[in-house]
């Protein structure tokens, strides 16, 4: 047994005693030599069958090591304990080949040499296979080498076979691409939301952004963006060669996919209405994705292919949008998978009539439903962004004739010879007010609003009349009234300043002259137009700078402002030109500032460009809530130049808590508390009214503190202390009462009696006024409740 091949091919196992070879094993190489004729003949395998499969298993047939029961050694039977050579035989090897890498990628290497002349082929494979697929018309031998009698199994499937050819996107196609043309909705829907949360639906209303025209250009560009998603989907599709597409006609794809995106961004509009917060939105819309792809998988693979379920709950089912989209992806799998076997074409238009074809309902259900969606999330919206204005039944309120404008009511007031009474407060405590400040001239503004509501004139932008708010009881805490009724009346040109401390009603104001909440009572006029029955006119001419900062965090500030401008209808040359001078006055023009995204804006950027918005288009009336808070006094002064520079022939509302901010840039300031107004002026008035004091203030020894008292009585007896520490006095000194001349002189005086460290006398500031009118104002607040 020398283990050496001689000429025929064979190797001696057994030698005799005197050298010759008593056995020879010639094994399978026998055919692939040229063979000499003292060569023994070979003997042929004794192949038998040992294997059946049936060829309804033909995908799937698998065997394991129990299907190998003739295997000789009983340690071959489990996965690799020994070496084994497969042997095919089919029309050619080549497909014996590529069958059996597929089968045995890790261990299978074959090489030319491998095929013989008969077009067979040996492998030898490092273990035994623990299951097989047979997808040809091979025979598949499988012998352990060494054994005496070949073992083997044979498989002969019942037609020959020259690729294979499996279609992945028809056998998963539907529940993939349901997914993939799902994924849609998640983002209409955030984006949807998103411009909810952020208060910019307001934001661009506001501007003049009517409902309609939002929803058009909203839905349009939904539109346009999910065609363009659909037809990539198509197309790379069809690139790449996938059946699914190639074989089911464009024109129905086209069709089917047009009317499920227009329902898709329908749902996405319905499904908006009801969140307002993004990530709530995008969590639903995700588990919407998800959820309709596998529950569709399992209810139509349970139900439509089972003939005998009911088709009406099919199209039950189908109402779904997300069911309906499953069901035509279905079918066009269907079809794609049948021509793909039979090599004909998919579905074709005629193909709409069969009655096991689901595309044609599918395609009416979707259709009516897309408008369906439509309206009713247009008709849920105007209920929900109207922030309760607009009841369930609005549609019918506004066929009914128009409210009386203001005018015409006060018309018809004057005609019934009732006498025009604005109220403020409830009747006692008026009095009770009248009676604590005794000064008439505490309500000028009463007097003003009352004679314009007798005397209507456009002079004036914006007149409220007794404008009140009280937000309803929630989460067990009481009503708030948080606005009293308050009169107003602002002529173009002038800017008009709300102080107040926290609380006391000014953002609810202003939120209530831009629309964003209703008033409980009262009107107001803007630009002769009553808030109630003409917002949506009024927006057209107004500005507004919000307290927050409503701006799209992946916009830059210079998109921000064209977007607005064009809102408020500027065009071309003038569009550019407003927005360059518009982000000049607030700063953020040079250094590339404008074309960086909002999102990267420092906070008082951010606040610059929101003034700016308020200011473009021109706007007759602005608002601005706590327009200059976060910024450096540098970017405040630019601000406050673009305020001066806005004034210009509008009329500007400002809250603030910035006395030097109110003296900077109001004409008219006024003060307001616990949702009353408690005064108005212009800044010298009020610090007239309500100062009209000086404050003196001395340092000297502890000892010697009685001595600066008495100097001080002696200049006015009416002179107050408010303040004594550690040799520090303040006193406040009525200026009627005293003379400055006298004061040097009673501290000359003071100096050559006692130690004087230091003193001053100071005119009363819009602070002293402010927190006087503040204190008092609470104070009353306090007695009255
Ligand atoms: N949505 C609401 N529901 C109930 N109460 C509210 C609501 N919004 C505001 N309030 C209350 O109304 C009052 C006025 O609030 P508002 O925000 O108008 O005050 P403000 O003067 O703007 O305060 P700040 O200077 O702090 O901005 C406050 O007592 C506030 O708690």
Redesign the pocket.
């Known amino acids: 047994m020398d283990g050496k091949i001689n000429t025929c091919g064979c190797t001696c196992i057994r030698k005799a005693d005197n050298g010759d070879c008593e056995e020879e094993k010639c094994g399978f190489e026998y055919s692939s030599l040229s063979q000499a004729s003292s060569c023994p003949i070979p003997k042929p395998p004794q192949w038998a069958p040992l294997l059946q499969i049936p060829y309804a298993e033909f995908r799937s047939a698998k065997t394991d090591s129990n299907t190998f029961p003739d295997l000789p050694d009983a340690s071959c039977r489990s996965e690799g304990t020994c070496p084994v050579t497969v042997l095919f035989t089919g029309n050619n090897a080549t497909l014996g080949k590529a069958w059996t890498k597929n089968m045995f990628p890790e261990t299978l290497s074959i090489g030319k040499d491998d095929i013989w002349d008969d077009g067979r082929s040996a492998i030898s494979l490092s273990r035994v296979p623990r299951s097989l697929n047979l997808a040809s018309n091979a025979y598949l031998q499988y012998m352990k080498p060494g054994a005496q009698m070949p073992f083997e199994f044979t498989k002969e499937m019942p037609k020959g076979e020259t690729k294979i050819s499996i279609d992945l996107s028809s056998i998963l196609g539907t529940l993939f691409f349901t997914w993939v043309t799902l994924q849609l909705f998640p983002v209409i829907l955030t984006a949807l939301v998103y411009e909810k949360q952020q208060q910019l639906r307001i934001m661009m209303k506001m501007h003049g952004l009517g409902d309609g025209p939002y929803w058009l250009i909203s839905y349009l560009y939904f539109l346009t963006i999910s065609v363009i998603y659909m037809l990539c989907f198509v197309i790379f599709g069809s690139a790449v060669g996938l059946k699914y597409f190639t074989l089911n006609d464009y024109g129905i794809q086209f069709l089917f996919f047009f009317i499920y995106v227009n329902l898709q961004i329908a749902m996405a509009f319905l499904v908006a209405a009801i969140f307002s917060d993004t990530k709530t939105a995008a969590v639903i819309g995700y588990i919407m994705v998800f959820g309709s792809g596998l529950l569709g998988n399992f209810l139509f693979q349970l139900f439509v292919q089972n003939p005998s379920f009911p088709r009406i709950w099919v199209m039950v089912l189908e109402l779904y949008p997300g069911f309906a989209l499953y069901r035509g992806l279905y079918e066009f799998g269907q079809y794609a998978t049948k021509a793909s076997l039979l090599g004909m074409e998919g579905m074709k238009w005629a193909d709409l009539s069969e009655s096991r074809n689901g595309m044609l309902e599918v395609l009416i259900i979707m259709f009516f439903e897309w408008w369906v969606l439509l309206f009713v999330a247009y008709y849920i919206d105007q209920i929900v962004s109207s922030g309760g204005a607009k009841g369930p039944l609005f549609f019918l309120q506004k066929s009914r004739a128009n409210p009386p404008s203001f005018k015409t009511a006060i018309i018809s007031m004057k005609r019934n010879g009732s006498e025009v009474f604005v109220e403020i407060e409830k009747p006692d405590v008026r009095e009770e007010m009248l009676g604590v400040y005794s000064d008439p001239s505490f309500f000028p503004q009463r007097k003003n609003v009352e004679k314009l509501v007798c005397e209507p004139s456009d002079s004036h932008s914006i007149i409220c009349h007794n404008l009140r708010k009280i937000?309803p009881a929630?989460d067990g805490?009481p009503e708030?009234l948080?606005v009293k009724g308050f009169n107003l009346a602002l002529s173009p040109g002038e800017c008009f300043g709300m102080l107040?401390?926290?609380?006391?009603?000014?953002?609810?104001?202003i939120?209530m002259m831009i629309g964003l909440i209703n008033s409980t009572s009262g009107t107001a006029i803007v630009q002769g137009l009553n808030m109630a029955t003409d917002m949506d006119k009024i927006y057209t001419s107004m500005g507004v700078c919000a307290?927050y900062d409503l701006l799209w965090e992946t916009l830059t500030g210079r998109e921000h402002l064209l977007f607005y401008g064009r809102l408020k209808n500027l065009k071309g040359d003038a569009l550019t030109q407003a927005v360059e001078e518009s982000l000049k006055s607030v700063n953020l023009f040079h250094g590339g500032v404008a074309d960086k995204q909002a999102g990267k804006y420092s906070g008082g950027m951010k606040r610059r460009l929101s003034v700016a918005i308020s200011l473009i288009g021109d706007p007759k009336v602005v608002y601005m809530?706590?327009p200059s808070t976060g910024l450096d006094p540098a970017s405040r002064n630019t601000l406050w130049n673009a305020v001066k520079q806005a004034k210009q022939g509008r009329a500007i509302v400002l809250?603030t808590?910035s006395m030097e901010e109110a003296e900077a840039l109001c004409d008219r300031l006024g003060i307001?508390v616990d949702?009353n107004l408690e005064c108005i002026g212009n800044p010298r008035e009020l610090k007239a009214r309500y100062g009209g004091l000086y404050v003196f203030q001395m340092t000297t020894t502890s000892d010697h503190e009685d001595e600066v008292e008495g100097m001080v009585k002696g200049l006015s007896r009416k002179a107050t202390k408010i303040y004594q520490i550690s040799g520090t006095i303040k006193f406040e000194i009525p200026k009627g009462d005293v003379r400055i001349a006298d004061v040097f002189q009673a501290v000359e005086n003071a100096k050559s009696r006692f130690p004087v460290y230091a003193w001053g006398l100071a005119d009363t500031d819009l602070e002293d006024v402010f927190i006087k009118v503040a204190r008092r104002a609470q104070g009353v607040d306090h007695v009255l409740s």
Do not use: I, L, R, V
């Open positions: 937000y929630t805490n708030k948080a107040g401390p926290n609380g006391a009603g000014k953002t609810t104001f939120s307290q809530d706590e809250t808590h307001f949702g």
